[in-house]
């Protein structure tokens, strides 16, 4: 009996059931099509992209769209990858940008972070994470153009792109953005799984609505953006946020335990 086990293990011949350990191990993909299939019932123009260790998945994820605030986390790296503050503690002045700047998308305090590091250091931030299309708008730039593959390129490794020194605090503001703020990936229930994020929006119009996000459990990392134009409200967007994250992330949560 052993000599023939092992001989089906050296051919490969082994059979598993169905309900074994080694089929529930199969690696989790995001569900695409059930999220095309909503978006394509909602007004507006949705891109997505996911982002786990070996592949990537995306809808329209090249098509370029304005980056109204989700450019502030590229800020956010470029400003403590700066030579001036990289090497040192963060002070109340460095918070005084930083805090208003992720928690609560203060727009005045990303443009005194952009006049501080420079159009220079974006893009050269950019660069770094191989982001492939992104165009800097320095003057106006919420007008910044991001596109949704781009930005899991650069979300999935977001923690990884600070300076280890400054890593936990920058993680902390992605994770704490006000909860005025958290809809759409923010109202989809993941247990077991760490969230960081960023959101950006045209003024309440609906006319921009981005979010991008990294999903940490223990050493598993996936990053999802999903950009979304010409939405006719801001309330109709954020439901189609949720409703898109939703459907591309079902099946992450943790599910619990069978007693027994």
Same mark, same amino acid.
């Given at each position: 009996? *052993? ?12 059979? +598993? ?24 019932? *909602? ?7 996911? #982002?786990?260790?070996?592949?990537? /998945?995306?809808?329209?994820?090249? $098509? ?9 986390? @590229? $800020? ?22 930083? &805090?208003? @700047?992720?928690? /609560? ?24 994470? *191989? @982001? ?6 320095? +003057? &106006? %730039?919420?007008?910044? $153009? ?13 923690? #990884?792109?600070?300076?280890? *020194?400054?890593?936990?605090?920058? @993680? ?10 958290? %809809? ?5 229930? $993941?247990?077991? %799984? ?6 950006? %929006? ?9 979010? &991008? ?12 953006? +999903? ?28 599910? #619990?335990?069978?007693?027994?």
């Amino acid at each position: 009996m *052993r000599r023939a086990v092992a001989t089906l293990l050296a051919g490969g011949a082994l059979l +598993v059931p169905a309900g074994s350990t080694a089929a529930a191990a199969k690696p989790w993909s995001p569900h695409v099509r059930r999220a095309i299939a909503y978006a394509q019932t *909602r007004a507006g123009t949705v891109r997505f992209s996911v #982002r786990a260790r070996h592949r990537a /998945w995306g809808w329209r994820a090249t $098509l370029s769209a304005p980056s109204a605030s989700v450019l502030k986390a @590229m $800020l956010l790296v470029a400003y403590l990858d700066d030579a001036r503050v990289r090497g040192r503690a963060l002070t109340a002045a460095d918070r005084r940008l930083l &805090v208003p @700047m992720i928690r /609560w998308s203060d727009n005045t305090a990303a443009s005194s972070v952009l006049a501080y590091v420079g159009p220079d250091a974006v893009r050269a931030l950019a660069r770094r994470a *191989r @982001m492939r299309r992104f165009v800097l708008d320095p +003057v &106006v %730039w919420g007008d910044s $153009l991001i596109d949704a593959d781009d930005q899991t390129r650069f979300f999935r490794f977001v923690d #990884r792109r600070v300076v280890a *020194r400054h890593r936990a605090s920058a @993680m902390h503001l992605l994770a704490t953005v006000v909860p005025s703020q958290r %809809w759409g990936i923010g109202q989809v229930r $993941l247990r077991g %799984w760490a969230l960081y994020f960023k959101g950006g %929006w045209g003024s309440g119009s609906g006319a921009v609505e981005h979010q &991008v996000a990294l999903l940490r459990r223990g050493r598993r990392r996936i990053a999802a953006a +999903v950009l979304i134009t010409g939405s006719p409200s801001h309330a109709y967007a954020t439901q189609t946020l949720q409703g898109v994250f939703a459907r591309l992330l079902s099946g992450l949560a943790v599910r #619990r335990r069978r007693a027994g």
